[in-house]
């Protein structure tokens, strides 16, 4: 019984330090929908897409990209600005999340910001001109026009993908 005691604390042990000599960690995606990119550059191809909420398994760190592993998606990088530590909860009660709240809802939600404290805000704030808040928010650009555009400036990247 002893010598069976010793064997699992010898691989609990070695389990911790593998995990944190490998930097293996489990952090939450606190982004409406985090990308999962081929390269870690906000250029590099995108993967996957997760959820707000899900639960990620960090292999490595390389500046702030951090290559992370999903169940059902390939492995690929995801920047730590859409990554954090703490677990996200969520309590559907009776009905199914998804009938509930939406996605954006649920991401607003986790950084303490839903459309009735924007309503607030924009009542507090009647001068300010939500126009090109908005536009920015309905704006998409291919990857084939952000190269372009980072080409044209002369801006080369750092941490690998397209120039």
């Known amino acids: 019984m002893k010598k069976r005691m010793f064997k699992c604390l010898v691989a609990v042990g070695l389990l911790a330090i593998g995990e944190a000599a490998f930097g293996l960690s489990e952090m939450s995606v606190q982004v409406k929908a ?74 607003l939600a986790g950084k303490g910001f839903n459309k009735e404290v924007e309503a607030e805000f924009k009542q507090q704030n009647p001068n300010v001109d939500f126009k090109w808040v908005d536009w920015m928010e309905k704006t998409r650009y291919t990857i084939e026009e952000l190269s372009a555009f980072l080409r044209e400036g002369g801006v080369k990247s750092v941490t690998g993908g397209a120039p």
Do not use: C, F
């Not at 191809?45 to 999903?70: H, K, N």
């Open 34 to 107: 985090g990308q999962i990119r081929a390269t870690p550059s906000y250029l590099g191809q995108v993967l996957a897409t997760v959820d707000y909420g899900a639960r990620v398994q960090v292999l490595q760190q390389r500046g702030d990209w951090m290559e992370v592993q999903t169940p059902g998606n390939p492995n690929g990088w995801m920047h730590a600005s859409a990554l954090t530590k703490k677990k996200a909860v969520l309590r559907a009660g009776d009905e199914d999340v998804s009938t509930q709240t939406s996605g954006e809802e649920l991401a």
